[in-house]
């Protein structure tokens, strides 16, 4: 027999339930293939910061250890750190060994340079996106075609360095050492005597050719950059460290400090990387 939904309503909802069950069912696979995070809502965006790497960058006459305890205040701060050496054999060279560094490591990047190593980051951090801030610590901060003698005369300021160095010959070139007897004062007058003998000992030497070196374009005209003045500095005069930093439109501190004011002023270091990182 055949029934007339028209007189059976039972019959007559049948169909319309089946239908309501597939349109559901439809439903539910659509939802399980739209992307993930998709809903009626738009998602709520929170603050996103992907903190920077921290490259720092040695000067002459030292190696990375002088930045031990700003390393490790970053360190704890959930910054990545790299410390890689410096040749110390010329400032192109050494630039374009820096370069090809950066390029192998991903995401954001702070360059920190002391000394000869901001001649370095200076060069290197030329057209590289991804470097966010340049950090001079008591560095050289070169205008293009300067050279590490040509800084050292401006503002009027001298140097001693020059008067104390002792070059020894090796192949193809000459290095130069600060004389062990004059490196405390000129480098490092606020650490103890003890500390700065095993420094005087270890020293790196860096080729004299690279004092004479004229610099390329630098990257502190398109990267921000921050500079840290030592009042106290034998090594640059802090008259050419001025004058670097406020040519350079650095963000500038200054403090009574020796040259090295990474390994005898680690916090105020620590604050001024922070200060860049957090900036950029």
Avoid: C
Wanted: glycine letters at 8%.
């Amino acid at each position: 027999m055949i029934t007339d939904a028209s007189t059976n309503p039972a019959a007559g909802r049948r169909p319309r339930r089946a239908a309501a069950t597939v349109l559901v069912a439809l439903l539910i696979v659509l939802l399980t293939l739209l992307p993930s995070g998709v809903s009626g809502a738009a998602p709520r965006q929170g603050p996103h910061h992907v903190k920077p790497t921290i490259v720092v960058v040695h000067g002459a006459f030292a190696d990375a250890s002088g930045f031990a305890e700003v390393i490790a205040n970053l360190q704890r701060r959930g910054y990545p750190v790299i410390a890689p050496a410096n040749p110390l054999r010329g400032v192109a060279s050494d630039s374009a060994y820096l370069k090809s560094f950066l390029a192998t490591v991903p995401g954001p990047l702070v360059l920190v340079g002391h000394s000869y190593g901001g001649a370095v980051i200076t060069n290197a951090a030329t057209g590289d996106a991804d470097v966010k801030a340049l950090v001079y610590i008591a560095a050289y901060a070169l205008d293009q075609g300067e050279s590490i003698a040509a800084a050292n005369g401006l503002g009027g300021g001298s140097t001693e360095l020059t008067n104390h160095l002792l070059p020894r010959e090796y192949v193809g070139g000459m290095d130069g050492y600060i004389d062990p007897a004059s490196f405390r004062d000129i480098f490092a007058a606020d650490l103890p005597s003890g500390q700065t003998q095993v420094m005087a000992a270890s020293q790196r030497p860096a080729s004299l050719a690279a004092l004479e070196e004229p610099s390329g374009v630098p990257a502190w005209r398109t990267i921000p950059s921050w500079y840290l003045v030592a009042s106290d500095d034998h090594a640059i005069p802090p008259a050419a460290e001025r004058v670097m930093a406020a040519r350079a439109r650095a963000h500038t501190v200054e403090i009574a400090s020796s040259h090295v004011a990474m390994t005898s002023h680690p916090r105020a270091v620590t604050r001024l990387i922070l200060t860049a990182a957090r900036t950029s």
